[in-house]
């Protein structure tokens, strides 16, 4: 199964922006890949060609891998709509409106999710999904669709990424590894530390010690870099510039100085994608 799956130790961790950049590195490679996220939590969002409405983090990843987004890429996207309303835009349209306490059937739209990404591995090398939020929120694992959802249904191999500017860097990889339910800790294969500044050798004794107390590999860590990519939640506070070329170009741009930055920083993508092949 050519499947990996980038999860966050909380939202705004940096999974959209890898995300994109890990597509954007296949390409390079020559690959063919699209993007992936179950279900999304944004009013950021993006109308397809077709006319289909998904997350707008998916957009701009669709367009990393040099392809045109569908509705297949975001099959789930949730819109609050006020007064404990929420909104469920499935494959693109309009599906339902569910309340605070009113039941829905997580089953059904999570069946029809598995569909857009089994339709999409058949189409693609590589499909790269992103979760949502934190896979550790325990209040929501019965209903998570984009992290253990997903895991679940499909069996799919996830990287952790976790943000060292928010400090605790090191307590949220682990914490969030120990609340991963048991029988999925064997697809956790790895974590990366983002947005780090400063001398990256202080951090040797904290990786070996996370490495040693979870069997996930560190795949390096990457650093603070001033760009501005797409955010799809409140919590994401990107600085730094897009450009003022044309968009996609710019993002594209800016995704190559990321990668190219990453590995001469020692970030292993090439470990990573070789996990597409197990």
Known sequence: ???????GTSSGAGKTTLDAAFCRYLVRKGMKVAPYKASNLSLNSYVTLG?????????FQAWACGIEPTGDMNPVLLKPAGSGRMQIIL???PYQDIVRDQPWDRDEVMEKACESYDRLLEQYDAVICEGSGSPAELNLMSTDMANVGLMKARGVKAILVGDIERGGVFAAIYGTWLLIPDELKPLMK?????????????????IQKVEELTGMKCFGI???EPLKFPEE???????????????HEEFIKN???LIDNAV???????????????
């Open 1 to 7: 199964m050519k499947s990996l799956l980038f999860l």
């Open 190 to 206: 790895g974590f990366i530390i983002n947005r780090f500044r400063g001398d990256a050798s202080i951090l040797g004794p904290g």
């Open 91 to 93: 494959r693109g349209k």
């Open 233 to 247: 939640d409140s919590l994401s506070q990107t600085g730094g510039n897009i450009g003022s070329g044309d968009l």
């Open 264 to 278: 001469e920083s020692g970030v292993d993508l090439e470990g990573i994608a070789k996990l597409l092949e197990e």
């Open 255 to 257: 995704l190559d100085r």
């Open 51 to 59: 006319g289909e409405e998904i997350g707008m983090g998916q957009a």
């Open 222 to 224: 990457l650093p603070y």
